[in-house]
């Protein structure tokens, strides 16, 4: 494995990147093929479908373990936490077309408000030019939102929403109401860890395949960690 510590923003915001993560990707996503077709996601803002994993998915299940403990040693060092518990882990598909996107899904978000959430990605069969991107909002240069700041943003967002074009379809680089502060490839069997109050958003190519079948489409485990 090769890795690298990343720092993004004003806030200087780590993101670990882990190459080479798990030494065979398609073993990984064979899990997520078993567990196709995945079934739509309720009350979520993901643009496309996910299988949350269970413990009675055995070998699914395993494996999310498997990268926790194998990650644990570059999480505590780079976002200075003792420890950690699995959240809730899961395989997910991009599906939905730019011209589909609900508008919340056409700009940049985050996970949780809480400081001690983490997401892990990692990448499985994704396109070239595809990745994850990070951002400032520039209204309120809000990089990472809290309890305290997210009403704000909330609120001057819909403002700007207003403003935003229809057709705007998936976040690409810099806007009138985002700075991109950076951005890692996707690349297969790469592992991906940042704060899930960091603003983010999907880098999705032009022409991306968006089937709904884990072995076509543009495939991802993702993990949400709770430190301690």
């Known amino acids: ?31 997520a093929d ?23 998915d055995t070998q699914a299940y395993a494996y999310l373990h498997e990268a926790c403990r194998v990650a644990a040693p570059f999480i505590g060092g780079a976002f ?17 077309k730019p011209d589909a996107l609900m508008p919340i899904q056409r700009v940049p978000h985050y996970d949780s408000p809480e400081q001690n959430i983490f997401a892990m990605l990692h990448y499985l069969r994704v396109p070239g030019g595809s990745g994850t991107a ?10 990472r939102v809290t309890r305290a700041n997210a009403d704000r943003l909330a609120r001057i967002t819909k403002v700007e929403g207003m403003k935003r074009t229809e057709d705007s ?45 884990p072995r076509q489409g543009r495939l991802t485990a993702n993990l949400f960690l709770r430190g301690r």
């Open 134 to 143: 990070f951002y400032r909002h520039r209204a309120t240069a809000i990089e």
């Open 34 to 56: 078993a567990l196709a077709p995945f079934p739509p996601i309720k009350g979520h803002y993901f643009p496309g479908i996910r299988r949350i994993v269970t413990e009675a």
């Open 1 to 31: 494995m090769k890795h690298q510590l990343l720092r993004f923003g004003h806030s200087q915001s780590p993101v670990v990147v882990i190459d080479a993560f798990s030494g065979n990707s398609e073993a990984v996503a064979a899990l």
């Open 169 to 213: 379809g998936y976040m690409h680089g810099s806007d009138d109401f985002y700075e991109q502060i950076g951005a890692v490839e996707a690349v297969p069997d790469r592992m991906i860890i940042y704060h899930g109050s960091l603003l983010h958003s999907g880098i999705i190519p032009s022409g991306m395949n968006f089937s709904a079948d």
């Open 80 to 96: 200075e936490i003792s420890g950690f518990e699995l959240a809730e882990g899961s395989f997910s598909i991009v599906t939905a």
